[in-house]
């Protein structure tokens, strides 16, 4: 188990060494951002200066391990557009998505445990349609078409919930259903095939034959089957909720880093997006680490693989 | 909203479609929306033109400051330390906090702001500043020569991007607590305009806090003081008690939430979270005519857009270089076709590079369109059957700016042009710009916020010496050169006048529009007046109802 | 394009096991039994062959020139409202382009990217997961250590960043999704090679002395192909997905380029006074995406028969 985790860990290092490199030089194929980043009316002068200032005159290498040396203590440099330190910007922006990456969750679980059970449990039936088409459907919705209709229904005609910002606790309900819309239909699968997987295995069958197999129980397994995967697929949704959410922060006015990326890139923030995108990659490494070691808790097999 | 409902059924029809999709029954989708269609179209030709509300005061504005102001934002304020504003918004909501030492009013006119009076030596060079004694920071500090001074010291060894902007006073002394002297190269007609856009900032409170907590939380003299300010959701604002202007300002708290999708500010104005919105499509401010509560208001902005020409690198070997042909472009273009279909209606043709309300607007015709005459005269310049040629604009920069160019397009190719659109990305496209790298005709545009063109002019016809510019004519160079140098209000007028007739008959650009600006206010707003320049003044402002 | 990822996992999910003795004839005829029991399949299939039809034959089917403006014409109501006319069936966008032509050929930027960035993904995804499959020991660690790398970032994130450094264009966002989702690939790749290689009737190959190469065309190939097609059915409609995506950002090809994306893109700002121009592009990738991923399901059912019985 030790040995299981510390390679995990040591593989999750690597991986962000790695990031770290490509994050770099990922930057700086665009070529020269001084021309974008100074106004128009700039002397020559000027951008001489601000190259110098920023240092990006000096040899590839050196900016390398500047870049490397200053990552480690989280030390990205001042975004070039909002003049206050890279990092911290991003940082204090992680709360907001959290609160919605998480809201996005726990809705897409309401909907989509219940119509998975039903539907494993009685494939075929119009609840069972019911739960593959919305899932389906959560699919196939651009989230930013389905946030538009989602304001201009609930908060203009309705006047139910407020259409922007994160004022309180009604605020949430709109991006929040808009993230978990999309996040469900892998849900809704899932526990579906999970459960028709239990009540396909020998020893259920054997038991319900035997008419040994009380609900409740038969229930109980279904639902640790479904938990395992459950819990990879919360690690892994994080990481595209973080892409969704370019689209529904920018939508909703939420102040979270979805909408930090689109500002950034609007404004070809280079300092801004290398911090966003390894922040990003750390936070989804970590929560893959973590998956993996609950995994490892809860599924005793893993232990003894690699 | 009721097509939105419309939508809504439609959507939640089109839903239950798919659920019988997936279900195998024959029910198809499209047939369904087109239903709802049929009735949307009635509701949205119901609204023709936008009509400009009358402001109806009911009561008088308040004595004291009262209620709550709150004003969206169309992108997030990226510091509101006046020398670091990168963009309007931002500078509009550092502008509620401080003051300049002069004021441009209304009308575009100049008045005194923290200055009482300004006097001018003979030689035109030398500005003395006398500065109002009354006036006070936010946190209590007398106003004195010393923060002028600072103001500018700061500014031009802040190792700020728009550090430039300060070089053009030569120097800047304090004479006494309360008189400053500032000098300039040459005499500078547009010297005072600068002063109303360097806001006083104080130096012993920045002394004492030091550069990093005065750009997280700055003061300065004007109306409103800075309580909070969470990035990405809102900048809060109180009135200031003290402030110098008696019976100002009118409301007791300001409140900027950024919004950067459009469509959700008009949401936003319709429930009324908000109280005034910017930066609306005309298409958005039509759609709000119906709202209840909400006033649409238009005005014309002072930005021309154009399709340039290069006359400098790639152009060089181009038919473009031949007058005939410049003119002929010009004809080809229907511009009021182009402004009927993206502002419906709502923008002017622009006839040159002098908008309207600048100094020594001519009011000369717009070229029209006239593909027949563009046809001979490109016949006559030798290119009978046209020519080929690349062309590029930037997109995501401007309103519907990609569009125009597609029309811009469209048009060149009946007359036989046929030109290879790349849209490119903006920042690359400026980058491009900048190194004169872009195709024989590029389009863009260019505001101005000084009440005149003359930055205008020399920032795309500057030639080499200008970073965006791809035209160099020495005839225009000389007029431009008299221009700065011009004192004489009149004078200047009329050589205005006579560069725009020279740049008709040698257009260096396809001239296409200057824009309209369209924002909605909730109808307690009272006296906001936004202006060409984008930008406007709340401290007069005030909510009925209060 | 992997919001599908946990149960599209290769190694728990999609895994074929080897089922030499049912052959592709016994799965193709599970498949139209499975067709016939599972109506959503032929929904599927019938409406991906109609879209392949009409990307082959837009030019023959579209009234008009997709490009072609008429700003006179512009906003015009789909043709069977009051104020529609017949020459645009579905009415014209804001510069007066006929919405019908422009989805047609909307179609044939889609799947280019679809067809074009599942073909780049798969075949470097192929290559590189067999390598790594078949040479095992250091060479699979190394490649692994790099899959799992790039499989550890926030997708959309480096694609939207990637896209906005490298500019608008069509062959850009195909080699973006065509990068971006190699690792897929190479692990769906990766794994069905190591689990063929490690089953009995290789071993007895190699003990009848069959070469590698043998061993990879005769039965490793073959067997990679129904895997990697259902693979490629989810990802193709993944990225014909995020196209859209990216042009809601302004990222995608550029704006003339009839594609659904940016014709979605631009038709946002006149929600509320001309919704048609969205709502057709929109329900355009909607219809695509659901038929795909119905496609899939059922490609994956007669792919894999040990998920026949679960279903998925």
Known sequence: ?306 | MLSFKRYWIAFIVAIAGMLALVACAPTTVIETVVVTEKEEVIVTQEVEVVKEVEVVKEVAPPEMPVGTLTVALSTFPNSLDPPQTAERNATNASQTMFDGLMWVNDDGGLDNALAESVELSEDGLTYTFHLRKDVTFHNGDPLTADDVVFTYDRGLNGGFEYSYLFERAKSWTKVDDYTVEMTTEAPDPLFLRMMATTLIQPAGYHAEVGEEAFVAHPIGTGPFMLVEWEKGDHITLAANPNYWQEGYPKVENLIFRPIPESATRVAAIQTGEVDIVQRLSSEEAQSLLGATNVQVIRYPVDRVYYIAFNNLTSGLDQPTMDPNVRLAMNYAVDVDAIIDALFDGFATPAVGFVTPGNLGFDNADPFGYDPDKALTLLADAGYPDGFEMDFACPAGAYTNFEQVCEAVQGYLREVGIETNLDLMESGQYWDLEATKALPPIFGDSWSSTLGESINRLEGALGGWDASYSAWSDPVIDDFMAQINTEMDTQARADLYGELQVYMRENPPFIYLYSPNAFEAINSRVQDYRPRSAEDYNLFYTWVAGE | MTDLAPEMNPERGTGLQVDEERGWRARLAYGRKLLQRDKSGVIGLTIFIVLVLTAVFAPQIAPHDPEQQNLRMAKTPPAWTAEGTWEFPLGTDNLGRDLLSRIIFGTRVSLAVGFLGVLIAGSLGMLVGAIAGFVGGRVDNIIMGGINLILALPYLLFVVVIASILGRSLINVILIFGFTDMPIFARVTRGEVLRIRESGYVESAISVGAGRWRILFDHILPNLIGPLITVATFEMSGMIFYEAGLGFLGLSVPPSVPSWGNMLSAGRKYLTTSPWIAAFPGFAIMITSLSMNLLGDWLRDVMDPRLRRTER
Not at chain 1, 36 to 47: F, I, K
Not at chain 1, 205 to 226: D, E, Q, W
């Open chain 1, 1 to 306: 188990m030790q040995k299981y985790l510390l390679s995990r860990l040591l593989q999750a290092v690597l991986i962000l060494f790695g990031v770290l490199v490509l994050v770099f030089f990922m930057v700086r194929i665009a070529g020269d951002p001084v021309n974008l980043m100074v106004p128009r009316e700039a002397s020559e002068e000027y951008r001489e200066e601000f190259r110098n200032m920023m240092g990006f005159n000096r040899p590839l290498l050196v900016q390398l391990a500047d870049f490397m040396g200053g990552a480690l203590v989280g030390d990205f440099g001042n975004s070039l557009h909002f003049k206050e330190p890279a990092m911290p910007m991003v940082v204090h922006r992680l709360p907001a998505t959290l609160e919605l990456a998480g809201a996005g969750m726990i809705m897409a679980i309401v909907v989509a445990i219940p119509l998975g059970l039903i539907g494993g449990f009685r494939p075929g039936t119009w609840i069972d349609s019911l739960g593959r088409f919305l899932g389906l459907l959560g699919q196939s919705t651009p989230s930013f078409w389905l946030a538009l209709l989602m304001i201009f229904f609930f908060a203009v005609d309705l006047g139910w919930f407020p259409s922007f910002g994160r004022d309180s606790i009604k605020s949430i309900i709109l991006p929040g259903f808009v993230m978990g819309f999309g996040g469900m239909g892998a849900l809704v699968r899932l526990t579906r095939s999970a459960t028709m997987e239990i009540r396909g295995e020998d020893y259920i069958r054997t038991a319900r034959s035997k008419g040994l197999l009380p609900k409740t129980i038969y229930i109980k397994h279904v639902l640790r089957n479904v938990l395992i995967p459950l819990v990879s697929v919360i690690g892994v949704s994080f990481g595209y909720s973080l892409g969704g959410s370019i689209y529904i922060e920018t939508i909703f006015a939420w102040p979270g880093m979805g909408q930090l990326v689109q500002q950034a890139i609007g404004w070809r923030d280079y300092p801004l997006i290398q911090a966003i995108a390894v922040f990003t990659s750390v936070v989804v490494v970590l929560m893959s680490l973590l998956t993996d070691v609950a995994y490892a808790f809860i599924d005793p097999r893993i232990r003894y693989n690699d």
